[in-house]
């Protein structure tokens, strides 16, 4: 059993990520990712909608109700963060802020290694991250 879990293991070490959200609201999730976010529009399925960003497909499954979130659901590391931040905010998409968190004025956090995260919603409620990650 061990063994068979190492080679699967093996097997997604190099294996695209394709993330998936859930919607409620196709339409609405349709221009936020496309227009608000940049992402590029690859098709509508019955039940999906297909985005792609940086040779990387983002389903958005449609569904009835929406899960329970417990956290950031899918982020993007970025570069110069303020200048991502500032551009969503001239799209209208507006930076979340957490009580406990050091967020400056912009609302993005600055952990103590450094890395710096901003978090922000999408039509569903789905946590979205934007991260400028220090180098290890």
């Keep these: 059993w061990r063994r068979s879990l ?17 919607t ?11 227009e608000k976010l ?12 297909v985005l ?5 497909y983002l389903r958005l499954q449609v569904v009835d109700k929406m899960p329970a979130s417990f956290g950031a659901a899918f982020g993007w590391e970025v570069e ?7 551009a969503l905010a001239r799209r209208g998409v507006h930076v979340e802020r957490y009580e406990g ?3 400056n004025e912009r ?18 409620g789905n946590v979205l991250s934007l991260a ?3 180098p290890a």
């Design 52 to 56: 792609r960003g940086d040779r990387r």
């Design 80 to 86: 110069d963060l303020e200048a991502k931040v500032e």
């Design 6 to 22: 190492q080679m699967f293991g093996l097997m997604l070490r190099h294996a695209k990520f394709a993330p998936v959200l859930c």
């Design 107 to 124: 609302g993005i956090a600055t952990f103590g290694n450094g890395d710096r995260v901003a978090w922000f919603l999408d039509p569903d």
């Design 24 to 34: 409620t609201q196709p339409d609405r999730s349709r221009e936020f990712y496309v």
């Design 132 to 134: 400028e990650l220090v």
């Design 101 to 103: 968190l050091p967020q």
């Design 38 to 49: 940049g992402l590029e529009f690859v098709r509508q399925e019955p039940r999906a909608l």
